[in-house]
């Protein structure tokens, strides 16, 4: 028999055998208070089995609940890609040697009866020792690592919703791995077919119908042969659409139904061609806004949320930056065949850092400064931690220039409440394109027609820009908002 006690979502894994219910609720309590996950057994032959499928960071074992013999055919039992194993004794019996252990052995023998405190400090030091939940075995999470409870919580739900046949909707901000939960979902879920992933947004929408549906030959000027899209492609496996928010409203349609029935047709085709594929969807905006303002169709945000999976941004599990910093640096001295080291002082540094790009932009800002760390091997402390485009432009030594060529640059006109202003070199175009639109914005009284009507673009785009900046935390509520004299949106 096997129960679940303690924290479900922990950041490590004990294994308790026992039949003893005295010894199994103090042992779910202790796991509660050093935040852990508790399994428990009550029989020693399901332990062989269990630990065949799953790693235990602290396997305890109740000495006093089980004969001598059953115990010594335990001891047998191949524990070396386990954690620590300590018989303890549940209750006041029994002399502590009854079971020889010596220093040399793989189990070790806790004397006298077990106590809270014990309990609470053999899970700790454990979990200190032997951390196997931070990088999961065998790599199922495509390479997602965190000890943080919410990336145990994100972990563990992955197991229980990649093996059923729901659709999954996938939300975090840039740079937080959307696609990496994609990959470990389908390597999980058992299907044998291809895993294809799709950037909605990459996709000029004229092309994006052919892309993922498939056309016949002759449908439009260009298409000489018939064409398998990606549901075809990903039969038996999964589908998974990134920025689902880009994708056109049209399309949002076909998409549904091709969901619900499992059948699409080809653009231009008329035989109906059954696929099955489980489509899994992502996107960094607030979705209930993006439904708002038109740009997701209700009924397939709905039908896509069977069960949504958040990813949290780095700043809300720093405790694991130095985690993945160690993680990205094992991974260039393992592909260069070098012995780099990152030093405490670093660590400290990235921790301090606010990380909008999140785990993406921390893996660059350590591939950064494994290049500048050159031949020394150690990263004591960041020597530059920011591109070198995003330099300050004192930090940039100019040219001497030559003083009898020297020319007259006339100094600008003064600036205008509504002029925009950057800096050559250290701007990048983004922060350009989203200053112009505020301003715009701001010139009009927030009125997102007469914007999208000055700027030559459609309502929807500037909806668009105006979500992702919000999720990103570039702009208020405010922003958002319309004034009620203006409150008209894209349809």
Request: proline residues 5%.
């Amino acid at each position: 028999m096997q129960g679940m006690g303690g924290m479900a979502t922990g950041a490590g894994h004990v294994l308790l055998v026992s039949g003893n219910t005295s010894l199994t609720t103090m042992a779910t309590a202790a796991a509660e208070s050093a935040r852990c996950q508790l399994t428990c057994l009550a029989e020693l032959g399901s332990v062989r089995e269990l630990i065949a499928k799953k790693q235990f960071d602290l396997i305890l074992v109740d000495a006093c609940a089980f004969g001598r013999k059953e115990l010594e055919r335990f001891l047998t039992t191949d524990m070396t890609r386990q954690g620590r194993v300590v018989l303890v004794d549940g209750v006041r019996r029994r002399d502590a040697g009854h079971v020889a252990t010596t220093p040399g052995d793989s189990v070790e023998h806790f004397p006298g009866q077990i106590s809270f405190d014990a309990l609470q400090s053999l899970m700790g030091h454990a979990l200190q020792r032997t951390p196997s939940r931070e990088i999961p075995p065998g790599d199922e999470f495509s390479g997602m690592i965190g000890r943080t409870m919410r990336m145990q919580a994100l972990f563990e739900n992955i197991r229980r919703v990649a093996p059923l046949d729901v659709g999954v909707l996938v939300q975090g901000e840039s740079g937080t791995g959307k696609e990496l939960v994609a990959q470990a979902l389908h390597r999980l879920s058992g299907r044998a077919g291809k895993f294809i992933a799709v950037n909605c947004g990459a996709v000029s929408p004229e092309l994006l119908g052919s892309q993922i549906f498939g056309h016949e030959r002759g449908s439009f000027t260009g298409a000489t042969q018939a064409h398998a899209g990606y549901f075809e492609q990903a039969r038996g496996g999964t589908l998974f659409l990134d920025e689902i928010t880009e994708m056109p409203t049209p399309l949002q349609v076909y998409l549904l139904r091709v969901i619900e029935t499992h059948a699409l047709t080809r653009v231009g085709g008329a035989q109906e061609i059954p696929v099955d594929v489980r489509v899994i969807a992502a996107s960094n905006r607030d979705l209930q806004r993006a439904v708002a303002a038109g740009v997701l169709r209700e009924d397939l945000y709905f039908r896509l949320l069977e069960f949504p999976l958040a990813l949290p941004p780095l700043r809300e599990r720093r405790e694991d930056i130095p985690l993945l910093a160690r993680h990205f640096l094992n991974g260039l001295n393992t592909r260069y065949g070098t012995r780099k080291r990152i030093g405490d002082e670093a660590l400290r540094q990235l921790g301090l850092r606010a990380w909008p790009g999140n785990v993406r932009e921390l893996r660059h800002a350590v591939q950064r400064q494994y290049i500048l760390a050159g031949d020394s091997g150690d990263i004591a402390a960041l020597m530059e931690a920011e591109s070198p485009l995003r330099r300050r432009s004192s930090d940039v030594r100019e040219p001497a220039r030559r003083t009898d060529t020297t020319l007259e640059i006339p100094a600008p006109p003064p600036m205008q409440d509504n002029a925009l202003h950057f800096n050559i070199g250290t701007t990048t175009f983004e922060a350009i394109e989203r200053e112009v639109l505020l301003k715009t914005l701001a010139h009009f009284h927030n009125n997102k027609r007469e914007a999208a009507r000055a700027l030559g673009v459609s309502l929807k785009t500037i909806y668009n820009k105006l979500l992702r900046y919000r999720a990103q935390g570039l702009i208020g509520e405010d922003v958002l908002d319309d004034p009620p004299e203006h409150n008209g949106r894209a349809a």
